[in-house]
């Protein structure tokens, strides 16, 4: 028998694999806050909605390091990933278009390449897609103008 519901594991298993992808040991802070037996709102850059569900991963200017998991989409209620400022390699993950509420991408200042995936061009709720100074090659593709709420690129 499961002590927590399955949507709170997923929750908690996304969290840690977020924590460990990026190198959250050294992390210059608020790394000692997360794998704790606090629920994961709890930790350092997460913030939650009224139903303790992630809404937010703001993680931003502090050593991150490694790649953005693909299973961090499976986070039904995240709006906003704010990562800026890191050492974050790898590329933007092909699953971003799972984020169905994804409002703000703002991953400038890291070490970001490939090109932006296809799947970002449907996320209809994005207002702010941040990526400059990273190592991102190609170019935007024409589905970007369908992206009717999106106020800052």
């Keep these: 028998r499961l002590c927590a519901p399955p949507a709170r594991l997923v929750q908690r298993l996304v969290a840690a694999l977020f924590f460990f992808a990026t190198g959250g040991a050294r992390w210059t802070a608020g790394g000692d806050s997360w794998l704790t037996s606090a629920h994961e709102c709890d930790w350092f850059g997460l913030a939650c909605d009224g139903n303790r569900e992630i809404v937010r991963i703001g993680v931003d200017e502090n050593n991150l390091a490694g790649t953005i998991p693909p299973e961090v989409c499976a986070l039904p209620q995240l709006d906003q990933i704010d990562l800026d400022g890191n050492g974050i390699g790898g590329t933007v993950p092909h699953t971003i278009g799972d984020c169905r509420r994804l409002k703000i991408l703002d991953l400038d200042k890291n070490f970001i390449g490939g090109s932006l995936p296809a799947s970002l061009y449907t996320l209809g709720s994005l207002f702010s ?25």
Excluded at 129 to 153: F, K, M, S
């Design 129 to 153: 897609i941040d990526v400059d100074h990273n190592l991102l090659t190609g170019t935007l593709r024409p589905e970007l103008g369908d992206l009717a709420n999106l106020q800052y690129l």
